[in-house]
């Protein structure tokens, strides 16, 4: 996940740098990734936190800065007596659910950079509409052509975004963000 977190980032600096004007097919399949995963683990950061119980499996003890490195490569683990840390096992659902979504569900989109002439996007803490703030004054919005849209259109965007936060919505200044 971190791989595409650090794909994403290098590619949100471009655009917002003005480097990147137009996303490529390369560039879509990051930002299909990114969404995918932001989607992904907003509506699953309340799976099971505890161990799971692996039969036929003795598991090792490990210090914490062991079980840490592992988990740094990648590598799946059992403490003693066969405990397995039920994260690396929601991970791996999550890793499987992004590729699905990203690979299906979003194989249609075509991200568009977005302007706003006027106002300010909110931040939704649980993405439902195909869209992903840069700046607050830049966005990224699938099936939409590049362009500048007017401050009706920031609105319309915020309130279906402030509709859908399921706990929380933010921005640089929502002052400065019309609903």
């Not at 590619?11 to 989607?39: C, H, M, P």
Request: net charge negative; proline share 4%; aromatic share 10%.
């Amino acid at each position: 996940m971190k791989r595409i977190e650090d794909a994403f980032q290098e590619l949100a600096e471009d655009i917002i740098a003005g480097r990147v004007s137009q996303i490529s097919s390369t560039q879509k399949g990051i930002l299909n990734q990114f969404y995918a995963l932001w989607y992904m683990r907003a509506r699953f950061k309340y799976l099971y936190s505890h161990e799971i119980q692996a039969r036929g499996v003795t598991g090792t003890k490990r210090t914490q800065d062991q079980e840490d490195s592992l988990e740094h490569e990648g590598l799946l683990f059992a403490r003693e007596r066969g405990r397995i840390p039920a994260h690396q096992m929601n991970g791996l659902q999550l890793q499987f659910r992004i590729r699905a979504y990203a690979d299906q569900t979003l194989s249609d989109a075509q991200w568009g950079i977005i302007d706003a002439q006027e106002g300010q996007f909110i931040v939704p803490d649980v993405p439902t509409y195909t869209t992903i703030p840069l700046t607050p004054t830049r966005s990224l919005i699938s099936l939409a052509p590049n362009g500048m849209i007017t401050k009706e259109n920031v609105a319309e965007i915020n309130r279906a975004t402030k509709a859908q936060s399921h706990e929380y919505f933010f921005s640089n200044d929502l002052t400065l963000c019309p609903c």
